[in-house]
């Protein structure tokens, strides 16, 4: 095991500043990183993991990432392989919630077949052709994808029997859908509280990026999974919060607090993007949003008003 570092002064966390170092000394089991824009989330986010393993808290084979996509998951582990090395940033699992997730069914049942999106179009065409149901194929496939992800849908003429009818034409197929993939990997963490003896060792500590996009469905994986785990941190931003159209919510953080009661929060304020101008004039009006008050400091010289 390498010998333990102080990340207060060692010279990869010596660039740190105060709130991202609380953020990677923090021992509670949960934590939660409220990162507001331009304030280092990802260095502080990658600092974390090194920090894990440097001191010994963790192996590398011990740790899940969970990003949300792969360019995304690329550039944390080349990351990583600069802090850690190319051993141990590859002994990691670091992907998609997709990713994970297929690797996961995969280890335990074999190849898994995925149903892509024109596929699935296929499926929707033909079971409306034989339900004589109107309504467009694109349309079937994201509301029964709603379904599956825990999402309201609006008044629709999709009833029970016709997504019924849909799953069961795709479950003909021997085929997965991408919802699907997450919603069966999901039940078996959710039916087997013995998973960690089960050698479920990469989510010993769980970390996941980009935490304010997460819809229904990835937050119960993401609860099934630190439920196992020694440690769980998150990282993002509530007022960053744009993809409400497919089922995102800022008050994720607020869940995850009622389902680990221990949780730290805390919160990255010094703003390195940004002049004194922009922040002036951002503020007020990120300040209109739900939760407590926003506050960012910029570590720019003025600039043009």
Known sequence: EPAE???????????????????????ERAVAVVAG??????????????????????????????????????????RLEQQVGKRAARSMQIGTFHAICLNYLEQRRGRIVLADDTECLEYAADVLRETGVQ????????????????????????????FDHYCEA?????????????????????????ARKRGESHFSYLLVDEFQDINPLQYRLIRAWGAHSEGIFVIGDPDQSIYGFRGSDAHCFERLKADFPELRTIRLRQNYRSTPEILSCALPVIAKNQGAERTLEANRKPGRP
Do not use: C, Y
């Open 5 to 27: 570092r102080n990340v207060t002064s060692a010279s990869p966390f010596s660039e740190l500043n105060p709130e991202q170092k609380a953020a990677i000394e923090a021992k």
């Open 37 to 78: 824009p331009g304030t280092g989330k990802t260095r502080t986010l990658v600092a974390k993991i090194a920090a894990l393993i440097e001191q010994g808290h963790k192996k590398a084979g011990e740790i899940t990432a969970v990003t949300f996509t792969n360019q995304a998951a690329n550039e944390m582990r080349e």
């Open 135 to 162: 309504l467009p194929a694109r349309q079937l496939v994201q509301e029964v994808s709603k379904i599956k992800s825990g999402l309201p849908i609006a008044e629709t003429a999709l009833t029970p029997e016709l």
């Open 170 to 194: 795709l479950r003909q197929t021997g085929a997965l859908d991408f919802d699907d993939l997450l919603l069966e990997a999901l039940a078996e963490w959710e039916q087997a509280p013995d």
